[in-house]
């Protein structure tokens, strides 16, 4: 089975740090765009940062300057170091990841989703 499985969520002061990480498990043959969302209580889910396979990389203006995502092509994982931490950085962290893998008998492009990693910060 081709699955994400997100990891480092916790309870963290205001200013401190945590790293996720986002395994990819499974039968698969390249891992392209990687990134991570969150979700807020009560607030859709917005995009925080992608990155591509090549290491381009993108960020939401609220978390520029503090937050890095980075990825280990050769163990297919992606990884959130978060740094100055805010209360309103307080939601659930999800990866996504675009794939070329195979699973239950198909072959070619899935969109994957981990299961959420709690990440809460307290002022």
């Known amino acids: 089975q081709v699955q994400l499985l997100e990891s480092g969520g916790d309870l963290v002061q205001a200013g401190g740090s945590l790293r996720l990480s986002c395994a990819a498990s499974?039968?698969?043959?390249?891992?392209?765009?990687t990134g991570w969302f969150r979700q807020a209580p009560g607030k859709q889910r917005e995009s925080v940062t992608t990155?591509?396979?090549?290491?381009?990389?993108n960020y939401a203006d609220t978390v520029k300057g503090r937050f890095t995502i980075s990825r280990d092509n050769a163990k297919n994982t992606v990884f959130l170091q978060m740094n100055g931490l805010k209360p309103e950085d307080t939601a659930v962290y999800y990866c996504?990841?675009?794939?070329?893998?195979?699973?239950?008998?198909?072959?070619?492009?899935?969109?994957?989703w981990g299961q959420g990693t709690q990440v809460t910060v307290s002022s």
């Open positions: 996504n990841a675009a794939v070329v893998a195979s699973s239950r008998g198909y072959f070619g492009s899935m969109e994957l």
């Open positions: 990155i591509t396979s090549s290491g381009i990389t």
């Open positions: 499974g039968s698969i043959s390249r891992v392209n765009v």
